[in-house]
């Protein structure tokens, strides 16, 4: 079992930066892929980022969203059982509750290829 807590997120301006971070409970978090996802109100869960066990930028096709590739970054230090979101260069269009998901089984870029989920950060990107 594998509980997801995250944080970090508010209300920032466009074109500013934020960090999410995720902490992980549990003895199958360091060998757990990990990924964040986003929800705009009325819109469906989407694919951020995710990042491998071992944090292998070639395990996955691509880590990030097109939409976010190149501004957003995620990392995992598994000691602190903690995975992170930098996020800059932030838009209106980011505007979302982020979630933290692990333990896929199946695509990592689908929501419903993970067991665990976090409560959600909210995140508002003032134009």
């Known amino acids: 079992q594998v509980q997801l807590v995250e944080s970090g997120g508010g209300l920032v301006q466009a074109g500013d930066s934020l960090t999410l971070s995720c902490a992980a409970s549990?003895?199958?978090?360091?060998?757990?892929?990990m990924g964040w996802f986003r929800q705009a109100p009325g819109k469906e869960r989407e694919f951020v980022a995710a990042?491998?066990?071992?944090?292998?930028?070639?395990?996955?096709?691509?880590n990030y969203a097109d939409s976010v590739k190149g501004r957003f970054t995620i990392s995992r230090d598994n000691a602190k059982n903690t995975v992170y979101l930098q996020m800059n260069s932030l838009k209106p269009e980011d505007t979302a509750v982020y979630y933290c998901?692990?333990?896929?089984?199946?695509?990592?870029?689908?929501?419903?290829?993970?067991?665990?989920w976090g409560e959600g950060t909210q995140v508002t990107v003032s134009s």
């Open positions: 998901a692990g333990g896929p089984s199946g695509s990592a870029y689908y929501s419903r290829s993970y067991t665990y």
């Open positions: 990042i491998s066990w071992m944090s292998d930028t070639s395990y996955y096709a691509s």
């Open positions: 549990g003895r199958t978090f360091s060998s757990s892929d």
